[in-house]
T-cell receptor, first 109, second 116 residues
Framework: AQRVTQPEKLLSVFKGAPVELKCNYS??????LFWYVQYSRQRLQLLLR??SRESIKGFTADLNKGETSFHLKKPFAQEEDSAMYYC???????????FGEGTQLTVNP | GAVVSQHPSRVICKSGTSVKIECRSL??????MFWYRQFPKQSLMLMAT?????????EQGVEKDKFLINHASLTLSTLTVTSAHPEDSSFYIC????????????FGSGTRLTVV
């Protein structure tokens, strides 16, 4: 079974501070992991995926298979980063995505 | 980039009636479309997966006779909520995957359904 846990429903930081959104997963096979972002009143959009190992809008995420984690990090948060962030897991056995419950990030001025 | 159009964005219907939600891929062919349901302040729950030209695969606990999914073409999938009840009120989101891009999901903007 696939499972994604985002332990923090709400996260608040000040502008310029580092931010880390936690994501842990459970999957017996080789996982595909993603971070999606949903800005206020907008649709869900892909932020990054682990296989591409890229940095989008200053965010990075490293897959740690030992800890089964895929935490999202940014060294200096900006106000425009305020949004809902979802971690998602795709398994190799199929194409379905399993989403975590999401973390609402608020970056205060 | 890939765009998915979902209509309507909001709909209010009376209890017992049916509502159809459309999901269109505007500039790509979507071999697979996914339908999610999202309750307030909760995650997206996958309801069903539909492949063009074949029957949808429903997740456990989702009533296929209540949530009818049709994926008749490579650019259109519809979700019909039949005999809607207030407990069906929710936010429904579709997602489309382009042929050849296994993990390339594009999401619609969602439909807020309110059953009164």
């Amino acid at each position: 079974a696939q499972r994604v846990t985002q332990p923090e429903k709400l996260l608040s930081v000040f502008k310029g501070a580092p931010v880390e959104l936690k994501c842990n997963y459970s999957y017996s096979g080789s996982p595909e992991l993603f971070w999606y972002v949903q800005y206020s009143r907008q649709r869900l959009q892909l932020l990054l995926r682990h296989i591409s190992r890229e940095s989008i809008k200053g965010f990075t995420a490293d897959l740690n298979k030992g800890e089964t984690s895929f935490h999202l990090k940014k060294p200096f948060a900006q106000e425009e980063d305020s949004a809902m962030y979802y971690c998602a897991l795709g398994g190799t056995s199929g194409s379905r995505l399993t989403f975590g419950e999401g973390t609402q990030l608020t970056v205060n001025p | 980039g890939a765009v998915v159009s979902q209509h309507p964005s909001r709909v209010i219907c009376k209890s017992g009636t049916s509502v159809k939600i459309e999901c269109r891929s505007l500039d790509f062919q979507a071999t697979t479309m996914f339908w999610y349901r999202q309750f307030p302040k909760q995650s997206l729950m996958l309801m069903a997966t539909s492949n063009e030209g074949s029957k949808a695969t429903y997740e456990q606990g989702v009533e296929k006779d209540k949530f009818l999914i049709n994926h008749a073409s490579l650019t259109l999938s519809t979700l019909t909520v039949t005999s809607a009840h207030p407990e069906d009120s929710s936010f429904y989101i579709c997602s489309a995957r382009e042929k050849g891009d296994f993990w390339g999901y594009t999401f619609g903007s969602g439909t807020r359904l309110t059953v009164v």
